[in-house]
T-cell receptor, first 116, second 115 residues
């Protein structure tokens, strides 16, 4: 079965530190990739997505992610984190061309705590 | 505009009882998804509805779980004879149509605790 692995359960950073959250998936075919974020007390929301084209995608709030097909990875990055980035981050995959399967397969999530 | 809403926000039930969870998708969204998130786990797909097509039930963990959707509106997820392992946050999402091109918008979830 397809799966998504997020390497870090909890990451603690100081403000202005750089962030990289790892995500790997296990599926050899066409994939669509997503990062979702859940801020404390809020709904899960889309941070960025990759379907095709430029493997470096930019999302909201200064986040970006790079798709490396050979490594089955889609790592999330931000050059300088802020206290307001404290949240839980989920990597997700939708398999099939155009997302034909419909549902998302999620990783277990990474909690990010940013110290002011 | 209004987002996805779910009710109740919290539900505590005794083992063996049936529960019903409700989801109101964004108006006009034809696709509706149910996921659950158990403690320390990622979101786990349960079922999805697309318009008038037969739902994709491939993620339902047992025959105690069922879901219905009335047209392109409200959906209810029913869990019969609840077990302690059913304790989780149940999330509903909707999108304009099926497929990854259409962003899934999530509701706040229903936290189910089975005692």
């Amino acid at each position: 079965a397809q799966s998504v692995s997020q390497h870090n359960h909890h990451v603690i950073l100081s403000e202005a530190a750089s962030l990289e959250l790892g995500c790997n998936y296990s599926y050899g075919g066409t994939v669509n990739l997503f990062w979702y974020v859940q801020y404390p007390g809020q709904h899960l929301q889309l941070l960025l997505k990759y379907f095709s084209g430029d493997p470096l995608v930019k999302g909201i709030k200064g986040f970006e992610a790079e798709f490396i097909k050979s490594k089955f990875s889609f790592n999330l990055r931000k050059p300088s984190v802020q206290w307001s980035d404290t949240a839980e981050y989920f990597c997700a995959v939708n398999i099939g061309y155009g997302g034909s399967q419909g549902n998302l397969i999620f990783g277990k999530g990474t909690k990010l705590s940013v110290k002011p | 505009g209004a987002g996805v809403s779910q009710s109740p926000s919290n539900k505590v039930t005794e083992k063996g009882k049936d529960v019903e969870l409700r989801c109101d998708p964004i108006s006009g969204h034809t696709a509706l998804y149910w996921y659950r998130q158990r403690l320390g786990q990622g979101l786990e797909f349960l079922i999805y509805f697309q318009g008038n097509s037969a739902p994709d039930k491939s993620g339902l963990p047992s025959d105690r779980f069922s879901a219905e959707r009335t047209g392109e509106s409200v959906s209810t997820l029913t869990i019969q004879r609840t077990q302690q392992e059913d304790s989780a946050v149940y999330l509903c999402a909707s999108s304009l149509d099926r497929g990854a091109s259409y962003e899934q918008y999530f509701g706040p979830g229903t936290r189910l605790t089975v005692t």
